[in-house]
Every structure is written in structure tokens, then in C-alpha cells.
């Protein structure tokens, strides 16, 4: 069942960088804070094993560690080979400084 919880703290996250969220019972999320603007995809690359936190983060775009392919941040689109597969992306909001998301 769909569930709002809080990813982590505004302030967790600054300007340009990403932060790896883990929480029980929920999969590993990805928060990105482009331009103060607060985007979630899932953490777990769509080509293979990895975790996108990481890699680099370069504007929206992600880039995976392992072979290179890249995401943007905001559609969770898939931009680079060898990544073809959409990321699963969260709809995310600020409530009194946390970032909270819909999940399920
Ligand atoms: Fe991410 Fe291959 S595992 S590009």
C-alpha cells in the first residue's frame, strides 16, 4: 500500500549533490538536489547492479559507476547506453524542511 514517509531532511542534501536513502521495508531511493530543487528515482540502476549514489552527479544528469550510463534526475529517462530502461522516479515535497515521498 502507497505510504508517505519522510526520505531525509533538506538540509541533508545540498546544492548539486545525492544522497543514498536506505530505509526498512521500502527499496533504495536516490534524493537529488538540482538548483534547490528536491528530485527521488530509485538508487538501483535499470543495466545491472549498482547504486547510482555512487556515481556522478553532473546538473540532472546521473551517471552510473560501473559502466557509464547516464539518467536525468528529474524524468528518470534513460540517456546513455548502455542504460535503456526508464528509473522508477518519486513524487517528493518539502513539509517544514523534510522530504517527504509517496511509496509503496
Ligand atoms: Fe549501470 Fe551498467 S550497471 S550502466
Known amino acids: 500500500m502507497a505510504e508517505k514517509i519522510q526520505l531525509c531532511k533538506v538540509s541533508d542534501v545540498d546544492v548539486g549533490d545525492m544522497l543514498r536513502v536506505d530505509i526498512d521495508g521500502v527499496p533504495p531511493i536516490a ?5 534547490g530543487e528536491i528530485y527521488a528515482t530509485s538508487n538501483i540502476c535499470t543495466h545491472a ?14 551517471e552510473c559507476p560501473v559502466h ?9 529517462e534513460a540517456v546513455d547506453f ?13 513539509e517544514d524542511g523534510n522530504v517527504m515521498a509517496v511509496v509503496e
Request: net charge negative; hydrophobic share 35%.
Open 31 to 35: 534524493v537529488y538536489n538540482i538548483d
Open 49 to 62: 547492479t549498482a547504486f547510482l549514489t555512487n556515481g556522478y552527479l553532473e546538473d540532472d544528469l546521473v
Open 68 to 76: 557509464g550510463g547516464t539518467f536525468n534526475v528529474r524524468t528518470g
Open 82 to 94: 548502455p542504460c535503456e530502461i526508464d528509473l522508477k522516479t518519486y513524487a517528493v515535497s518539502v
